[in-house]
Every structure is written in structure tokens, then in C-alpha cells.
């Protein structure tokens, strides 16, 4: 799970799957990241390190309680989180405070009123310090209290206060997490501990303590990125244990979005430079805040911790391109684009299923079909049967072009007519690399001679339901595209 399917924030699955191991990259977008399942992951991983007391343990805890459980509430008004996601241009699913009782309603509750639990552990005479937060603890079989003041995660420093009934001996089992590197230190008292494991161990501290000794630590952050398994240039960018959030615009363009290529919506970043450091700079005054310098095509982005970031349009992931690979990807847009503008060119009408004013204008009919939403884009799916009327231009020869998504959850088949006439057959097999796709149908001249318009229906076949229907367009096939 933590290894093999989980995003830099902690958080996994989409739309409540899995997917393959170790392939994310296409796994990014759209409804990831559902907050129960990471409320039970850090159930699981306390338990482990109570079984077992090692640091990867402490270290997924870290990662999932400061970037996804934390963004998972919204600090304005309580409301949690159903999907955190982390894709491009997406939005959090806040849940409705009075209507909602999802799963991820009820952990929602529990993971916040859960901060106290796995800070500290205790075994013999060994105290483990897990994570750094503002905190007491009464070790009562040693007769310790010890407390934490912290400016943790944004700042970084952390001092720990000893409070002894007498003098006695145990071991403090401090963690130095993974991203503290060089600058990390530690002193007792005042004086600097010479000798400090590497980073992603305990610094094990046993001696004699007594009545008002202090720890110190001092955990320098740094800018780093984490890549996705399966894709070396799509990265999410992070600041220690924090991973950031690029601020893309309000929430209200959830559904305005056209789609994630959009590079006014979702830049790209374009740079020969490695270092993330050399053009993620941070904002003075602010810790934690970054904006991208020199490198985001159309617009530099601005960064903020992700659980800080709440009622915006985002994104974690991000695409890098070398100068020489964008120049090779702008081709490829603009080829596209190119596509498109002449795809709209001999466009006669085109409906959008699933947007009530355009399903009206195109007398959209139905039994037992419903409005879906996918990667925020609007559709229609249905179990019997569904209809559009589109206007035609007999003039010409006609072609419908209809628009899917290849990651149905189940096998769908259905047949398209026109005026009661079978002019094609489609099957979309169950579970494939999410992506949207266009399928061309040719109609026979005298299905739309004489004609001004045509009823268009999907047709459910052999038990199975039709596919959600993205977009309906109706075209002239002599059109030179
Ligand atoms: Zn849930």
C-alpha cells in the first residue's frame, strides 16, 4: 500500500479502486485519495509500530497526518473530506454538514479527534518521539512528563522539557525523519549531541535525566520532488514532510474545466534544471509558501503547504518537460489543436449529454439513463435506453462522432440508431487506461435525406448497460479534415 500505491500525500485509490502496483501515473487524476481508507492506514501502521517499533511506520504516519488528514477538514467550518484528491485541477469533496453521512463523514470525525494518538510510545525504559507537535505526555511508569513546544511543520524547532519525580535513567528514542539532512542537530541542555544517526533513524539519547533537562532539534526542510513510479517527469513537489499545493484558480471552475491539457488551467513546468530549488523560490514572510520562477508554461504557479490550501482549484502532480521535450510536446498540441478546430469545422450540432439546458435543446429521452460526471466532464449513461434529436445537412454525407471514457467499471454494450436504424454497434471493456476517446459512426444517406434533424439513441444490449456518453456531435464526412 504505502510502497506501491500510494500518492506523495499519503492518500491512494481512485474512484475506490486500485489500480495496477506501481502505476500511478495514470492513476493521478480525477477522484482520488478517499479519506476513510486513510484514516484506517494509520489505525494499521500505529498497531504495526506498537508490534513492531520501526521507523517506516512513524515515517507513512507523518506523511499521511500532514498532508492528507490535515487538508482533509476544512479549518473554516469543520466540514471534512469524502476525495482529498491530487491530480491536476481538481477540488476537494467537502461534505455536506447536515445532509452527508458518507464513510468518510464518520472517520472523518475520528481522525481529527485522534492527533494525541501515536506521538509517543513507551516500552521499558524507552520513550519513542514520533511526531513533532505541540504536546504533554505523562510517562507514569517512569514518574516523566515531558513536554513539546514546536513551531513544526512550518517552522523547525522543537523543544522538549523533563519534568522528574527524582533522577532516573531510560532512553529518549527521538526520530530523525527521513528529509532532515544536513543542518539537522541535536543538543542536551544546551550542548550539541556530536554523534547523529543518518537521516530516517532514532537518535537514540540515554542517560541520567533529571528534573528540568531540555532536547532540542532543529529539522531543516529542503525543496524536493517525489515522481510517481511508472513516470520519472511527473513529480509533486514537497518541503520536508510537507507536500505543495499549486493554487490554479477558485473552485467554482471544477465544472467549467475543459480539460486537464488546458495549459492556461493546469501549467507545466519547462526547465533543463534539476534542482528544484533553482526555480521553486520561496515567498518571503510566508513559510511554506513557493512560486515557480522562469519555468511554468502558460503561468507561474503559486505553491502553498497542501493542507493549508482549502475551496480552490489545484493540482499536486505536475508535468516537466526539458526545453528539447517541450518543444516536441507544443508540436504535438498544436497538431492537435489543428484536429480539433477542423473537427469543429464540420461540426452541424453538437449536444452535450448530461448538462440540463443542452439535453433539453436536443430533446433528450430516456428510460432508466441518468446524468454521470467524469474528470469533471458532464455525460449521460443508462441501463435501457437513451435518445438525442440532432439536426443534419442532407447535403452532405453525415457521420455521428461520440465521445467515451475508457475506464468503465464494467463491460458495457449498446447499439446506436438513427431513426429506429442500427448504424453501429460499440463495446467498452471494463477497467483500461482512463482516457477519453472519440468513436466515428457513417450514416447511410437515406437515413437523413430530406431530413432536418434525426433521433439519435443508445440502446443497451445483451443485459449489459451503455456507456457514459461525453459529447454527441453531428458532422459532415466530406469534410477535409
Ligand atoms: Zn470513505
Known sequence: ????????????????????????NDQVDGRTAESCNVYNMLKMTRTLFALQPDIKYAEF??????????????????????????GRGVTHEYQDMFESFTCCVGTGMENHALHGDGIYYESGDKLWVNLYTPSTVEWKTMGVKLTMETDFPEGRTVKLKLELKSKSKFTLALRRPSWAKEGFTVTVN????????????????????????????????????ETVPD?????ALLWGPLVLAGNLGPEEWKWNRKNMDDLAVVPVFVTADTNVANWLKPVAGQPGACRTEGVGREKEVDFVPFYRLH??????????????????????????????????????AYAQPGEMQPE?????????????????????????WFSFDLPVDPAHPMALVATYYDDEWRKRT????????KIGEQVIQERRTPHF??????????????????????QATNGNEIAAVFGLRMIRADAGR
Open 231 to 235: 513516470n520519472a517527469r511527473r513529480v
Open 61 to 86: 504516519q507523518e506523511r499521511a497526518l500532514f498532508n492528507h488528514v490535515l487538508g482533509s477538514i476544512d479549518s473554516a467550518d469543520g466540514r471534512t473530506c469524502y476525495m482529498v484528491p491530487v
Open 437 to 458: 476517446f472519440d468513436v466515428e459512426y457513417p450514416i447511410p444517406a437515406d437515413l437523413v435525406n430530406g431530413k432536418k434533424k434525426v433521433t439519435v439513441r443508445f
Open 1 to 24: 500500500m504505502v510502497y506501491h500505491h500510494s500518492f506523495a500525500t499519503g492518500g491512494h485509490g481512485k474512484d475506490e479502486y486500485f489500480g495496477e502496483p506501481n502505476k500511478l
Open 311 to 348: 475551496r480552490r482549484t489545484y493540482a499536486v502532480y505536475w508535468d516537466l518537460f526539458s526545453p528539447q521535450e517541450w518543444n516536441k510536446r507544443a508540436r504535438e498540441i498544436a497538431a492537435e489543436r489543428e484536429k480539433q478546430h477542423k473537427l469543429e469545422l464540420a461540426t452541424v
Open 414 to 421: 449498446f447499439d446506436i440508431l438513427v431513426d429506429g436504424q
Open 190 to 225: 544546551g550542548g550539541k549531541v556530536s554523534q547523529v544517526p543518518p537521516a530516517g533513524s532514532y537518535v537514540e539519547l540515554t542517560r541520567k535525566w533529571k528534573s528540568g533537562d531540555t532536547v532540542e532539534l532543529v529539522l531543516p526542510k529542503t525543496l524536493r520532488e
Open 360 to 384: 433539453r435543446d436536443f430533446n433528450q429521452q430516456g428510460e432508466d439513463s441518468e446524468p454521470d460526471r467524469i474528470m469533471g466532464r458532464p455525460a449521460r449513461r443508462g441501463s435501457k
